[in-house]
């Protein structure tokens, strides 16, 4: 990121000391007025932002943060967790921060495991973390627990972990909400289906665990869904879902509604729009640009949306008062309003709509 403009920078252009500079933002006094209206002046000139969490420690030393997380484009569910970050990085400029990222491919788990090798021996003071495989995140958590390095996880909370802090939504809920949806919007003895991820090495996401378990009982519980089919699509190679997609639905024709259960929803919905599948109802999940398209043009019903940028937010500034503080009486889990956006709403997100 851009280096920030810190005190001792504006004390070095306003002609005067940095302890000047500190007196002035702390409204301590004993400054002359000729220093106050020269630092004031370069305040504005940089359109300097303080921050009252900076302290004079925080000041004097630098902290190195690894956020780990799935790649993604601008618009994606992970590229606005990584605008969230990039939001909270800004708030808290005061504070030297080398922030690095160490990006995998979260249809990988091969991927995921080499972006995670090298973490711990690099020895960051914290680590923020957006898993995909459970195996490889309870082993990566293991040797950061040997090391001591605190870490957050953002998007899903993984058992056998012992983070200081997770910021998610509960996904099993999300999965009950799913059948709730899908069971209003479709007739008396419809047919459901998922569809989930394909990904090298055959491990699916926790997340999509955790749905399908919600989905699954809400449907069991509620008489929902009298019969429900499984498949999945792969996101790698999009060319190869057509004919598999299209056979799969000829093949169940008591399908009248869809439970995609990852923020890929718009491969699926496209491929029903061009065959005229509009008697099929599909719920996905996340504000996407694709998936916002799918919303107004009428393929995707409904999203279940978990507000990547405040999970990327709030992860950043719990790890900054951690590191500044010690703070150990931050909460452990802190969940996510479900947003269920449909195109009735979808215009009052407009910090989405607007990506």
């Known amino acids: 990121m851009a280096k920030q403009v810190k005190i001792k920078d504006i004390a070095k252009m306003a002609g005067v000391s940095a302890g000047t500079v500190d007196r002035i933002l702390h409204n301590r006094g004993n400054v002359s007025q000729a220093s106050r209206e020269a630092v004031e002046r370069v305040l504005s000139e940089v359109g300097y932002r303080y921050n009252i969490h900076t302290s004079a420690i925080s000041l004097r030393r630098e902290y190195r943060i690894i956020i780990t997380m799935p790649t993604a484009s601008p618009g994606e569910y992970w590229g606005t967790m990584q605008e969230g970050i990039k939001h909270a990085l800004h708030e808290y400029c005061d504070i030297s921060i080398d922030c690095n990222y160490a990006f995998y491919n979260q249809f990988d788990v091969y ?30 958590c293991s040797r950061l627990d040997s090391r001591k390095i605190p870490y957050i996880f953002v998007d899903a909370a993984i058992e056998g972990t012992s983070p200081i802090a997770t910021f998610t939504t509960d996904q099993y809920a999300c999965g009950e909400l799913l059948g709730h949806i899908l069971h209003s919007i479709t007739p008396a003895g419809s047919g459901f289906a998922i569809f989930r991820n394909q990904r090298i090495g055959n491990r699916s996401s926790n997340n999509s665990v955790e749905r399908k378990k919600g989905f699954m009982n809400y449907c069991r519980k509620n008489g929902a869904g009298q019969q429900i089919h499984e498949t999945s699509f792969s996101v790698m190679t999009p060319e190869d879902n057509e004919k598999s997609v299209i056979g799969f639905v000829e093949k169940h024709p008591d399908i009248r509604g869809i439970a995609v259960l990852n923020s890929r929803g718009y491969i699926i919905a496209d491929i029903l729009n061009r065959h005229s599948l509009d008697h099929i109802k599909m719920v996905s999940f996340d504000l996407t640009s694709n998936n916002i398209r799918g919303i107004r043009d009428g393929s995707i019903e409904a999203l279940l949306c978990q507000r990547p940028g405040l999970q990327g937010f709030l992860a950043v500034k719990t790890v900054i008062r951690y590191l500044l503080y010690n703070r150990t009486d931050l909460p452990l889990h802190t969940l996510m309003p479900i947003d269920i956006v449909m195109k009735q709403n979808l215009d009052f997100y407009r910090e989405f709509t607007e990506l």
């Open 111 to 140: 991927s995921c495991r080499s972006a995670f090798e090298s973490i711990p021996d690099s020895a960051p003071d914290a680590v923020i973390i957006g898993p995909t495989f459970t195996e490889e995140t309870v082993s990566l």
